[in-house]
């Protein structure tokens, strides 16, 4: 907004057929503003013969002048749509005149007069403030045009009272094929059109009025949180969108929508690819398990069998044989037990005989055993729940990952695992008591040297529509809490 000071020129037009009238304006005008610059015509004419050239900030122009009177000068500027300031001046007040100069736009009426010269500056002051106000909502309204153009997705502006201000194409194209109706019928707050209401009787997919609520709630928390608000999922007209409440000022703010249904149809695409590439990995390896047991094993048994017995009934005499004998047979036995174990690892039988919480009983026991690391395992409410073989063998490797994590990172002598079905959810919590990290270095480091466990337990969690969270501070070991639903 400009400021009206003798630092700042101020270009003025006065029609006036009197030099005197002309003389006592002039004076007036600039013993306020000094640094104005005032233009004298003696009829309308000859002002508008050069109006584009001297674009005046405001025009003084006295009713009666030959040729055209101010009347007429201001449907000229009216029909040839010239914003001007118009402050209209004659010599007799006239009820009739002030009201159709009004009516046609002038900004003011004065009767000439000593009082009425020395109204003028302050006149013009509110004329030219309230014309550079306009013209700064006008270059505001430009640019708010050209940032909801410039976005891809349907976006509005909406006022706190919900009025929609102003909308870019693609939602303008959105809401007119919405029951006909046109844009600015178009809201999700409920003050929508008949035809609008039609639309979501007839189409139940539209916008429920769970999500005109949400909507409600969102705009007025983006307002009165002066920052951004945002629902990355709402279900409208047959689309999934992630919607966008951003604060512009105190009263307007920009609400946008970015059309994710593609994406996720991809997303669910992939889980869908990355299950079955699952189920066929733990199909082979389930094949590969009984190959290892039923067919390899049973072999190096009977080969075992038959070191053993090979040199019975044979003389004493050959003890130094029996000895390189029994040593190859102490050999194989070991053989036997490494594939053995391989085969548990690989499908371990007792997950479809005894079931979950009694494999994982097992292999934590198996883990300690093996490792010297203590291993406590609980569960409660497994007894009777029937899960599918995804959650299952998901569940397990879980537990396999995160003990593994154990043994090669943390430097632990105690872990605690819990296995609890609390329905709709199965929580399972894995407390270490090692030597922790920072949860965000830690993950970075993960990615850096190319280790997926941590990043394969999110995935796997991810599969199952899970939700997995990781707790760790230097020293202070590290817990590991998953939720995933199952079905009663």
């Known amino acids: 907004m400009r400021g009206l000071t003798d630092m700042e020129a101020l270009k003025l037009i006065i029609i006036e057929d009197e030099d005197t009238d002309f003389e006592l304006m002039k004076r007036a005008i600039l013993k306020e503003y000094g640094s104005a610059t005032v233009l004298h015509f003696p009829d309308p004419l000859a002002c508008l013969a050069r109006l584009d050239e001297i674009n005046p900030d405001a025009i003084i122009a006295d009713y009666r002048m030959p040729r055209m009177d101010g009347l007429g000068l201001l449907d000229v500027l009216k029909r040839e749509k010239k914003d001007i300031p118009v402050i209209m001046i004659t010599a007799q007040g006239d009820v009739n005149v002030a009201v159709k100069a009004m009516k ?12 009425g010269f020395s ?12 014309r550079d106000l306009r013209n700064s909502l006008r270059e505001s309204e430009r640019l708010n045009r050209m940032l909801l153009d410039a976005l891809p ?65 969102l705009a007025d928390e983006a307002l009165a949180g002066n920052g951004p608000a945002n629902d990355p999922e709402i279900k409208a007209f047959g689309r999934l969108w992630d919607m966008w409440w951003i604060p512009i000022d105190g009263e307007t703010f920009l609400h946008y929508g970015v059309d994710i249904t593609n994406r996720r149809i991809s997303e669910e695409r992939i889980r869908d690819l990355t299950r079955l590439l699952i189920r066929a990995q733990e199909g082979g390896r389930k094949k590969l398990a009984y190959d290892l047991h039923d067919t390899i094993g049973q072999d190096l048994s009977s080969l075992k069998i038959g070191i053993d017995t090979l040199l019975d009934d044979q003389p004493d005499e050959l003890h130094l044989i029996q000895d390189r004998l029994r040593s190859l047979s102490d050999t194989l036995e070991q053989t036997i037990r490494t594939v053995r174990d391989l085969a548990y690892n690989l499908r371990p039988p007792t997950l479809d005989e005894l079931g979950l919480a009694r494999t994982i ?19 409660a409410g497994m007894d009777g729940v029937k899960l599918d073989l995804d959650t299952s063998i998901t569940l397990y490797r879980l537990i396999q990952e995160g003990l593994n994590n154990v043994r090669k990172h943390a430097d632990a002598t105690r872990v605690c695992i819990k296995l609890v079905a609390s329905y709709p959810r199965i929580i399972l919590r894995i407390d ?57």
């Not at 002038?106 to 000593?114: E, I, M, N, P, Q």
């Not at 109204?119 to 309230?130: A, D, N, Q, S």
């Not at 097992?362 to 406590?376: L, N």
Request: glycine share 10%; hydrophobic share 35%.
């Open 153 to 217: 997705h349907p976006a509005m502006l909406i006022k706190r009272n919900r009025k929609i201000v102003g909308a870019n194409p693609i939602a303008q194209e959105a809401g007119a094929k919405i029951g006909g109706c046109c844009w600015r019928d178009f809201s999700l707050w409920g003050c929508i059109s008949e035809e609008h209401k039609r639309y979501l009787e007839e189409h139940p997919d539209g916008v429920s009025p769970h999500h005109i609520k949400c909507a409600f709630c």
């Open 119 to 130: 109204m003028i500056p302050g006149i013009l002051g509110k004329v030219v403030r309230e």
């Open 432 to 488: 270490d008591n090692g030597k922790g990290f920072e949860v965000s270095d830690g993950l970075v480091a993960t990615l850096n040297k190319k280790c997926l466990g941590l990043r394969g337990m999110e995935e796997r969690v991810a599969l199952l529509d899970g939700e997995m969270h990781l707790e760790s501070r230097p020293m202070q070991g590290t817990r590991i809490r998953i939720e995933v639903p199952y079905e009663a």
């Open 361 to 379: 009983y097992q292999y934590c026991e198996e883990f300690s055993a093996t490792h010297g690391i203590k291993v406590d395992f609980h569960s």
């Open 104 to 115: 046609l736009g002038a900004w003011d009426y004065l009767v000439k007069s000593g009082e």
